[in-house]
């Protein structure tokens, strides 16, 4: 059984600029979390996706987006990106929609934007 | 807000001692609690989760307590070994179904 898995391990963008994050969840997952964890603290949700929709949301703004595809696994985009993006990202699947469930953590992409 | 706190940002135990790192949380429609351990450069780990109708549930040397009464959860890690060395985190499924909330974590240092 593979894990979930994340690419790239680490980045290093520029303010403004455009990032696609990329995330394989775990075999027989149909959801996907994403989570922004700074540095020393708790991870934060983004958004989940439930058969490529958006099954919730949290408290970020638009520039940050997400897609899933048709074999589950998902892209987090963030747009226009500011020094406060620098952060690990967190990709975790489920087998089922909604947060009650065991969510299986991958590596996570570390981001760095200067 | 909603909140999920520790007591503790730094617990050191001596090789071999139970550990027992504590989390508090604000919300009182939280069904569904989990303890997740976060190692250097790693994603975090599923340890253990309970429902809000127990309030003991065992695993593999840990065992996790839910107080709802004052809103307290704890992990319990027996005889605890070097390779618990990590950031444990607490966290709860609040009002929405969506998110989970985390606590800032606590990190569990082992002394040999």
């Known amino acids: 059984e593979t894990g979930v898995t994340q690419s790239p391990t680490h980045l290093i963008k520029t303010r403004g600029q455009q990032v696609t994050l990329r995330c394989s969840s775990q075999?027989?997952?149909?959801?996907v979390s994403w989570y922004q964890q700074a540095l020393g603290q708790g991870p934060q949700f983004i958004f989940q996706y439930y058969r490529e929709e958006e099954n919730g949301r949290g408290n970020f703004p638009p520039r940050f987006s997400g897609l899933q595809f048709p074999n589950y696994s998902s892209e987090l985009n963030v747009n226009a990106l500011e020094l406060d993006d620098s952060a690990l990202y967190l990709c975790?699947?489920?087998?089922?929609?909604?947060?009650?469930?065991?969510?299986?953590f991958g590596p996570g992409t570390r981001l760095l934007v200067l | 807000g909603e909140s999920v706190g520790l007591h503790l940002p730094t617990l050191s135990v001596q090789e071999g001692d139970n550990s027992i790192i504590n989390c508090a949380y604000s919300?009182?429609?939280?069904?569904?609690f989990i303890w997740y351990k976060q190692e250097s450069g790693k994603g975090p780990q599923f340890i253990i989760d309970?429902?809000?109708n127990m309030d003991k549930r065992q695993g593999q040397r840990v065992t996790v307590l839910l107080n709802k009464t004052v809103k307290h959860l704890s992990l319990q890690i027996a005889a605890t070994q070097p390779g618990d060395s990590a950031v444990y985190f607490c966290a709860e499924n609040g009002e929405s179904n969506y998110q989970l909330i985390w606590g800032a974590g606590t990190k569990l240092i082992i002394k040999p």
């Open positions: 919300n009182s429609a939280s069904d569904y």
């Open positions: 075999s027989g997952h149909n959801t």
């Open positions: 975790a699947s489920s087998p089922a929609g909604g947060q009650s469930e065991t969510q299986y």
């Open positions: 309970i429902r809000s």
